[in-house]
């Protein structure tokens, strides 16, 4: 039997975890390289019986599982991955199982990361320091600045939190969003337009489906202030990009931080990459060195538990 690890592409699978706990029979392969194009995993999958992949890199669609004879299981980093095709999985009976986060307080420290970087003028100053030059800008302040947030989850409630601490007045919206919840994490309940017009800096914490598709559009951005930031670590199809390059282009809106977008990785000639107003992350907001660790660790255990019969956090 043959395990294939893919998309390990800062090379920790075999540090993270001691797969020599697997059985001999299991025949182990680890891949570092980011996964991407359609024939090349057909090619390289084939022969394998358990794959473990990270996150989005691998489109794993009903093309590509009718090319995988062999695969009988699945492991995925998280507890949802929009890159596989679970209704062609099921199908071919594969089980799919998925994995911890980590600590999710990752993609918090990023989403202030983005805000600090662009009300503190950080990647322009450093870029004006090391040309010799001192102070090119003035640095804005976070206290008494309203914060809308956008989905009030684990991830939401957490950047919230962290408002309320610098001082902020918080804001919040989502279309299931109930007073109780508003009162648990001290934060006020807004409509959706109120919160867009209302807010100096919008943050993104929404999970990606059919409903969230857009939700922040052309209309919602041109509520937004003219100072007004826009935060978006959840999943780029929330945003409306080519609205957002717009108001970015026009001045409509101050200036984004982005952690995730509509292709990724980001084409090179993509028209974010030359807006100056903008702070740019390779969706990285939950990727750090120890939620990788504890993913493959969990995804250890899941092929353990698979192969023993008795497989744990199914997906499908």
């Not at 699978?13 to 359609?38: C, H, M, N, Y």
């Not at 999710?104 to 010799?132: F, N, Y």
């Not at 969003?177 to 009162?183: E, H, I, K, S, V």
């Amino acid at each position: 039997m043959r395990l294939a690890v893919i998309n390990d592409y800062q090379n920790l699978a075999r540090e993270a975890a001691d797969w020599s706990q697997l059985p001999d029979e299991v025949e182990a392969d680890f891949f570092q390289g980011r996964l991407t194009d359609a024939e090349d995993a057909a090619d390289l999958l084939a022969p394998y019986d358990i794959v473990v992949t990270a996150r989005e890199e691998t489109p794993f669609d009903r093309a590509l599982i009718e090319r995988l004879p062999k695969l009988k299981c699945l492991v995925t980093h998280g507890q949802r991955n929009a890159a596989l095709d679970m209704q062609a999985l099921a199908e071919r009976q594969i089980t799919v199982c998925g994995t911890g986060y980590g600590f999710p307080i990752a993609t918090v420290e990023l989403t202030w990361g983005l805000i600090l970087s662009l009300l503190k003028h950080i990647p322009s100053e450093d870029r004006a320091m090391r040309e010799g030059k001192w102070g090119i800008d003035l640095p804005l302040g976070l206290s008494g600045r309203t914060l809308g947030v956008v989905g009030l989850g684990t991830l939401g409630s957490g950047v919230a939190r962290v408002g309320k601490a610098f001082d902020m007045d918080v804001i919040a919206w989502s279309e299931n969003l109930t007073d109780a919840r508003c009162a648990e994490i001290g934060v006020e309940q807004v409509d959706k337009d109120t919160l867009f017009k209302r807010a100096d800096i919008v943050s993104v914490h929404l999970i990606l489906g059919d409903r969230s598709r857009g939700t922040v559009g052309a209309r919602e951005i041109g509520l937004m202030k003219p100072t007004a930031l826009l935060i978006n670590t959840a999943r780029g199809p929330i945003v409306d990009e080519a609205a957002l390059i717009s108001a970015l282009e026009t001045g409509a809106i101050a200036g984004a931080g982005l952690d995730v977008y509509d292709q990724e990785p980001l084409p090179v000639d993509h028209k974010l990459r030359t807006q100056p107003n903008t702070v740019l992350m390779p969706h990285v907001g939950g990727r750090t060195r120890e939620n990788f660790i504890a993913r493959y660790r969990d995804s250890l255990e899941d092929v353990q538990a698979w192969l023993a019969g008795n497989p744990i956090r199914v997906l499908s």
